[in-house]
């Protein structure tokens, strides 16, 4: 009697004890969430082939067409917290679109699924440009395909997530890939990789970031495809296994592929190249760009417990640009726009591991890249460009028309405000995620 009064008493003032243990250790477990990785890839492909949008110009018809276009998408999970990323072969793909696909996937948190556009020259038009006539240059059954499709790419991924690893690097690359037309040394250099690989060692994904125009061929040459980033795919998933997604940079004013032929200058003087506007330089550059990324990748540490988050920001651009204003107000697909000439658009923030990722909404200028990259802290830092929107190209106040050879880039900017208000916005995303740990 007297022993199990003992032991009821020795049971009460331990089991506030073995609470709190059971507490603690569950709060590890959920601390120590693992990490699901999934990937997929459709198809976006016309089929007939459609003209080829390279720009604010007119369109080019098609001839032929080389390698696939395609939507390829990366899910990442960590606890409650879910990312997709969607990579597409495109010129650009306006918010107005990318929201179509959010609505498809209600799986993953409308603020958490980056859309962003390869930027290849040799792809349909997205955006609907007015053509000046009354009509415009875009296809709108083939815009509903590549929503259907990116969002098809997006599900598939998430019902394929399994257990993974992390591994993140950057480095500069090395080898002939990519140059800046308007002053040839201005650009960076530095590639990031992030890729998810499974306990055996095989890739699910790999993620590759780096700021270059995939404009070997062009609209001129009359070749549909995805330019330099399906060979850099189709190489990455060959050498490495699962699927492969290229994510462009700061590569606006004109951070563009090296294809020079560079005993064959078009006007020495003034630092212009005649160049080779082929497939096979597509392949060349494409293969060597692979071959950087795995050699960048190949001894980062796996992380085994990294951070997720998402951070999500609405920032209103004021539109200076008359050009870009007729194209917000009479493109078809009715661009949401405020009463006081202004659009909206989301910037992302996105934490993994010791990395971080920033999403720009258009063409940045190399110069706000390295500044946003500096202060964005120490660890691998990443911008994903042309992501979520892709409203032309965005300099700072002191670059816009600055000098002749950036006419054209500040006339297809929203406005000389654009570069400040970015970069002003992101930071203050960057400060809160510092501020949150």
């Known amino acids: 009697m007297i022993a199990d009064r003992n032991r009821a008493r020795a049971f009460r003032l331990a089991a506030p004890a073995l609470g709190l243990a059971l507490l603690l250790a569950s709060t590890a477990a959920t601390a120590r969430a693992e990490i699901l990785a999934g990937a997929s890839v459709r198809i976006i492909t016309p089929d007939p082939l459609l003209p080829i949008s390279g720009g604010m110009g007119p369109t080019r018809p098609a001839k032929e067409k080389r390698g696939e276009l395609t939507a390829r998408a990366l899910v990442i999970r960590k606890g409650d917290v879910t990312v997709g990323v969607v990579a597409l072969d495109l010129l650009g793909f306006p918010s107005v679109l990318a929201d179509r696909v ?16 390869t930027h290849t020259h040799s792809a ?10 009354g009509g415009h240059s875009g296809d709108l059954a083939y815009m509903d395909l590549v929503c259907r499709r990116a969002a098809e790419a997006l599900n598939e991924a998430i019902d394929r997530l399994e257990p993974a690893r992390i591994r993140v690097a950057t480095d500069e690359a090395k080898g002939r890939i990519a140059y800046n037309y308007y002053a040839p040394d201005l650009y960076d250099r530095r590639m990031g990789v992030i890729q998810a690989v499974r306990g055996d060692g095989e890739a699910i994904a790999t993620l590759v970031n780096y700021a270059v125009h995939p404009e070997v061929l062009g609209n001129e040459v009359g070749i549909l495809g995805p330019d330099l980033v399906g060979p850099l795919c189709d190489e990455l998933e060959a050498k490495a296994g699962g699927v492969a997604l290229f994510m462009n940079g700061a590569q606006g004013g004109m951070v563009t592929a090296d294809n020079r032929l560079l005993d064959e200058p078009g006007d020495p003087v003034r630092g212009y190249w005649k160049d080779a506007r082929t497939w096979d330089e597509c392949l060349r550059i494409g293969r060597l760009m692979a071959g950087e990324a795995l050699r960048i990748v190949a001894d980062a540490p796996l992380q085994d417990d990294p951070k997720l988050a998402c951070r999500a920001k609405v920032v209103k651009l004021p539109v200076e640009s008359d050009l870009m204003w007729a194209v917000v107000v009479h493109s078809p697909l009715k661009y949401p726009r405020g009463e006081d000439r202004t659009v909206s658009t989301r910037i992302n923030l996105v934490e993994l591991g010791d990395a971080r990722i920033l999403t720009i909404p258009g063409e940045a200028l190399p110069n706000i890249g390295f500044y946003l990259k500096r202060k964005m802290g120490a660890g691998p830092n990443f911008l994903f460009g042309l992501t979520n929107d892709a409203f032309g190209y965005i300099l700072t106040r002191v670059d816009f028309h600055s000098f002749p050879r950036y006419d054209y880039i500040s006339r297809t900017s929203l406005g000389e405000e ?20």
Request: proline fraction near 7%; aromatic fraction near 2%; glycine fraction near 6%.
């Open 418 to 437: 654009t570069g400040e208000i970015l970069i002003s916005e992101s930071l203050k995303l960057v400060e809160e995620a510092v501020k949150s740990r």
């Open 102 to 117: 959010r609505a498809l996937v209600p799986r993953i948190a409308a603020d958490n699924i980056l859309i962003g556009s």
């Open 124 to 133: 349909p038009d997205c955006y609907a440009l007015p053509d000046g006539k």
